[in-house]
């Protein structure tokens, strides 16, 4: 059965900052380094139920999405465990979703003394319950927060029984083994290298798509030189309709200026064309 607790500026044990983030990271095998990074929800959804099994299930939840719609979705997901759960606490969505360090701060804070009170000490593999994903994600270039220098956090491989302490900030750092620790580094640093490789191998196939689409400019304009071997000349707005050609995915520069007295390429190596016609040596250039 829930315990709740209800807290006062008066009666929460003052944790600091970095002992908060011990509490979280021990508990879960997590790498966060900011109390805004909370703001997601994530954490809070398996840190329930480590202490309830079975209230949720963790497939449903979007572990490092920064799309605010999956951030909502967590805390209702929360909200409905909660309120299953009798826990009478209400939680501030609206604030918590702006990453403000205060308000994650005070909710944090009194969600620690909600853990303590009804933590039983049993076993939990956090990394494993979460299929390996790493909380959160490291290898994201962009993120709502900037990220600062994270803290020495000791990661384990399961959680211990945690005895009753007056000092239960420090109890949590204390509760987890590390002889299991860099099994849990190697896993986590797997995950992270194959999301980078795989956003890598998207880039890569793009930038041949866009090769491959200049490139078939060019033969066309080689192409329709050829053709127009013995005129002196090859009409402009064939070359402008070929260059100007688009194809899904791509954007074609509107340019067709420059000095429309003579043809050829400026300083800056924008392209100018003649009025009426692009004057080529077919014999020079192909």
Not at 242 to 261: H, P, R, T, W, Y
Request: hydrophobic share 35%; net charge neutral.
């Amino acid at each position: 059965m829930v315990v709740n607790v209800y807290s006062t500026s008066a009666t929460v044990e003052q944790c600091s900052r970095n002992e908060l983030l011990a509490f979280v990271n021990n508990f879960l095998r997590s790498n966060f380094t900011r109390i805004e990074e909370m703001a997601s929800g994530a954490a809070y959804c398996q840190l329930t139920e480590l202490l309830f099994p079975g209230k949720i299930s963790l497939k449903k939840i979007k572990w490092n999405s920064r799309n605010e719609t999956d951030w909502i979705a967590n805390w209702h997901t929360l909200q409905t465990a909660w309120k299953d759960l009798g826990v009478k606490k209400g939680v501030p969505v609206e604030r918590l979703l702006r990453s403000k360090f205060q308000d994650n701060f005070e909710f944090l804070q009194w969600f620690k003394k909600f853990f303590d009170a009804n933590y039983d000490g049993r076993l939990y593999d956090a990394l494993r319950a979460r299929n390996g994903e790493p909380l959160p994600a490291s290898w994201t270039i962009s993120s709502r927060s900037v990220r600062s220098k994270a803290p020495t956090v000791v990661r384990t491989n399961s959680i211990t029984a945690t005895p009753r302490s007056r000092d239960p900030c420090n109890a949590a750092g204390r509760s987890t083994a590390t002889r299991n620790s860099h099994i849990s580094n190697a896993v986590i640093m797997q995950r992270e290298y194959e999301l980078m490789i795989r956003q890598l191998n998207e880039d890569l196939i793009e930038y041949i798509k866009q090769r491959d689409f200049y490139y078939d400019k060019l033969r066309k304009v080689e192409v329709l030189c050829q053709e127009m071997e013995n005129s002196p000349t090859v009409p402009r707005e064939e070359i402008i309709k070929i260059l100007n050609e688009s194809e899904e995915g791509f954007a074609v520069s509107s340019q067709d200026g420059g000095d429309e007295k003579s043809g050829g390429i400026d300083k800056n190596g924008s392209k100018i064309w003649s009025s009426c016609q692009f004057h080529l040596d077919i014999a020079e250039t192909f």
